[in-house]
């Protein structure tokens, strides 16, 4: 039985800039993009699952967010998830990797007895793959970055590969340690439909009036929350006052225009292009 | 203002990786307007063999701890010792190569000395921050590259950041720095080897992107793995690497290692021709340095054109064989 705890993250989907999500001066208009469950975060819960399946454990997905965020952890029971909360204070915005590492390090202490922490190996919307090691220098875990592949494991290890960009290394790793996941590792399950039905009314306190609260109670619908006073934590270290690094200026980028000359679509366009790439291009070094 | 780098070595060949050299000289354009040096440092099981080119980008000295056990990444090793030189240099300035060696450790460092930490950083300069004096500002694309970030740290020491392999230009000229190597004393303890290294495989590396002048890029548009052939064609009769769009990497029309762009590779040949990537700003950040662009595209619309100096409105997989026959005729 290992106790494994996955952290998630919502971000906006910044792969999917389409149309609507730009604006007439070729911004991106960030309100617009729909908010996904960070790719890799969901394999990183594959793998959780994966392992319970096959050697039993508990799957424990905590997510540091907003209260939209909830969307993510339902999904996350939805694919099999034993537990999930939502760590959410306003005290936690504005908080840069070693903020967030902070929190996320305390509630992984606060559940305890962790064997397996999962990560996805980085965010779409900051691409930093800070939080996974950072968490893991606080809680004293080794690290295994990188993990394309879980190859084996048992109550005692774990075997894995790391993509070690010039290498591909096999590794073995007792417990507790801490993965962060690439998304070639696995794929992740669907849903599935009975645990949706089980799960489609969770949602915070909050969400529930007060005709329905009893009911929400009776039937496990409330989904557990945690502040900064819930997990002890000091306020100096969270959010923008404990973020060392702070967003000087945010340039969007536009798209410059720049001299371009076309070519038509006739064989005798076309030869003039492949002439003009010959004459710089090939055989130039 | 002194800079330390982290050096690190392709344990294959045992040479210095490429985003060392581009530090090294990086920190010296940063550090020795204000006086101040470039220290390198290295642990692993040895030396990188051609370490002394660094002194030629104007390293002042390099500090570092060997051991066969560090062989491979041990993070928590690889961290303690790092640390260690990095607190007995004090330096203003910390820069790691955001390679998958540099994004495991510098995190821990960072973590451990409760300092801010900027991830695949495309500039850094130095300049003043309101009473703090000077420091160093840290661009980098976020938001899936959809915006340009000036991240600082004014409060803390060192200031850290990650940059990619070749984002940062070597200089043509050389210095002629001495070399000079310190080995720094390190009480190895064994409770840092945690993990086991079974085995390890060395990648068949199949693109190179350094050493082409030419990148020929497919991206959806090319519609299939099939069609995938032509860039490939097109690419092998230029002398040229072959490159992909996400999408086209995503819908598994070639493999991952050709992908360029904000969580590929990054390049900037003489001449990028890009075959049905509709440019958006994913793939533009590891492409838009090239010295020249040509965009063949069937929709008119695409922000490819924006940032291309020749483009064909048109199908590709009309125009290719097109180009193709014409290459083996002026060839």
């Known amino acids: ?209 007060e005709d329905e609260f009893s009911v929400a109670e009776e039937n496990d619908w409330i989904l557990p929350t945690c502040s900064m006073d819930d997990l002890g934590l000091e306020e100096d ?49 | 203002m002194k800079s330390v780098v982290f050096i690190e070595k392709n344990p294959i060949n045992n040479q210095l990786r ?23 440092i290295f642990t692993g099981d040895s030396l990188p063999e051609n370490c002394d080119e660094l002194f030629q980008f104007g390293m002042s000295r390099l500090v570092y701890f060997t051991d066969e056990r560090l062989a491979h990444l041990h993070s928590i090793a690889y961290k303690h010792i790092l640390e260690t030189m990095i607190n007995s240099e004090s330096p203003d300035i910390v820069l790691f190569g955001a390679t ?52 600082i ?20 000229e050389r210095l002629n720095f001495p070399v000079k190597t310190e080995v720094f004393p390190i009480d190895f303890n064994e409770l840092w080897i945690k993990s086991e290294f079974l085995e390890i495989v060395p990648k068949v590396k199949k693109v190179d992107f350094n050493s082409a002048n030419i990148v020929v890029s497919g991206g959806a548009g090319v519609g299939s793995g099939e069609n995938f052939r032509l860039i490939r064609e097109l690419a092998r009769a230029l002398g040229g690497e072959v490159g992909a769009s996400r999408a086209a990497v995503d819908f598994g029309f070639v493999e991952k290692d050709h992908q360029v762009g904000q969580t590929g590779s990054v390049v900037r040949p003489k001449l990028y021709i890009a075959c049905g990537i509709s440019g958006q700003i994913q793939h533009r950040a590891g492409m838009e340095e090239s010295q020249k662009i040509i965009a063949i595209n069937k929709d008119p619309d695409a922000p490819i054109f924006n940032i291309a100096h020749m483009g064909i409105v048109g199908d590709l997989n009309e125009i290719i064989p097109v180009m193709l026959r014409y290459l083996k005729e002026e060839g």
């Open chain 1, 1 to 209: 039985m290992k106790k494994i705890v996955v952290l998630a993250k919502q971000v906006p989907d910044t792969a999917n800039v389409t149309g609507d999500a730009m604006k007439a001066d070729g911004t991106v208009n960030r309100a617009a993009l729909p908010a996904i469950f960070n790719p890799e975060d969901l394999n990183a819960l594959e793998m959780a699952l994966m392992i319970k399946d096959k050697i039993g454990g508990e799957v424990i997905v905590i997510s540091m967010g907003p209260p939209k965020a909830v969307e993510i952890l339902k999904h996350s029971l939805y694919m099999g998830a034993d537990r999930v909360m939502l760590i959410t204070d306003r005290k936690f915005a504005a908080a840069d990797t070693l903020a967030t590492s902070y929190v996320l390090a305390e509630a992984i202490k606060n559940i305890g007895n962790v064997d397996l922490v999962l990560a996805g190996r980085q965010a779409i919307d900051g691409d930093t793959a800070q939080v996974g090691p950072q968490v893991a220098d606080k809680i004293g875990y080794n690290q295994v970055t990188y993990v394309s592949k879980l190859k084996e494991f048992t109550d005692d290890y774990l075997i894995v590969e790391r993509d070690g960009e010039v290498q591909t290394e096999v590794i073995k790793t007792v417990y507790p340690v801490l993965l962060t996941v690439t998304a070639e590792a696995n794929t992740p399950r669907y849903p599935n439909c009975r645990k949706m039905l089980q799960y489609f009314r969770v949602d915070l306190k909050d969400n529930f009036s």
């Open chain 2, 100 to 151: 998958h060696t540099g994004r495991d450790v510098a995190p821990l460092i960072a973590s451990s000395l409760k300092t801010g930490m900027t991830a695949d950083c495309t500039q850094l300069y130095i300049d003043d921050y309101k009473d703090k004096g000077k420091i160093l500002y840290q661009m980098r694309p976020a938001f899936g590259g959809n915006i340009l970030a000036t991240i």
């Open chain 2, 153 to 172: 740290t004014p409060d803390h020491r060192p200031m850290m950041a990650t940059v990619r392999e070749g984002v940062m230009l070597l200089p043509d």
């Open chain 1, 237 to 285: 270290r969270c959010g923008l006052k404990g973020s060392p690094t702070k967003v000087h200026k945010i340039k969007s980028i536009m798209l410059k225009g720049g001299d371009l000359k076309m070519y038509g679509t006739e064989t005798t366009d076309i030869r003039q292009l492949v002439r003009d790439i010959m004459k710089d291009y090939v055989g130039v070094n």
């Open chain 2, 18 to 40: 490429n985003v060392s050299l581009e530090l090294t000289h990086k920190a010296y354009t940063l550090s020795t307007p204000l006086g101040g040096e470039v220290v390198g």
